[in-house]
């Protein structure tokens, strides 16, 4: 049942994570922000090199709870921030970038779903676990819509 899957999600969450692979169509991501043809090529390739990233995440049923340290252009940004799954309720969260936004946090399935607000383009964030790896997959999410393009951060586990 749905429980199963969510404490199937909640148990292979946990641990250290480091960051080893940044792929998706990531043209397609920066085109649903509105980004011309010239700013998208210099933005994908920058988007695709893989910064200095771990996150520790702990979780249970109701809360996630995860620390992040490093980000494109500062490998000592740490942020730590904790979500009550479900509650609908924000957090304050700075995304890659630096874009200062609200965070929450459901599951559905065995997948943990987070979701932006606060910005021109909120994003929908949808992380999973296959074979071994965490998948960290970013779309643009209007109107209940998610649209074309993303960028996929792909985790391996430390420990």
């Known amino acids: 049942g749905l429980r199963h899957a969510c404490v199937c999600c909640v148990v292979s969450s946990r641990g250290i994570w480091k960051l080893v692979k940044i792929e998706g169509d990531i043209d397609g991501f920066f085109k649903a922000q509105g980004w011309s043809w010239m700013a998208r090529k210099a933005a994908s390739a ?3 090199s893989v ?7 702990t979780m249970d049923e109701k809360t996630y709870k995860c620390e992040e340290k490093g980000a494109p252009r500062d490998k000592n940004r740490v942020q730590n921030y904790t979500i009550e799954l479900g509650s609908g309720k924000e957090v304050d969260w700075t995304d890659p970038p630096g874009g200062k936004v609200k965070l929450s946090a459901s599951i559905e399935g065995d997948k943990l779903i987070l979701k932006t607000t606060g910005e021109k ?3 929908i964030i949808t992380r999973y676990i296959k074979d071994g790896k965490m998948y960290d997959s970013c ?3 209007i109107d209940g819509k998610k649209l074309d ?3 996929t951060n792909v985790f391996e586990k430390v420990e």
């Open 46 to 48: 920058f988007a695709t």
């Open 51 to 57: 910064f200095d990233k771990t996150e520790v995440i």
């Open 121 to 123: 383009y909120p994003k």
């Open 139 to 141: 779309s643009v999410f």
């Open 149 to 151: 393009g993303d960028i």
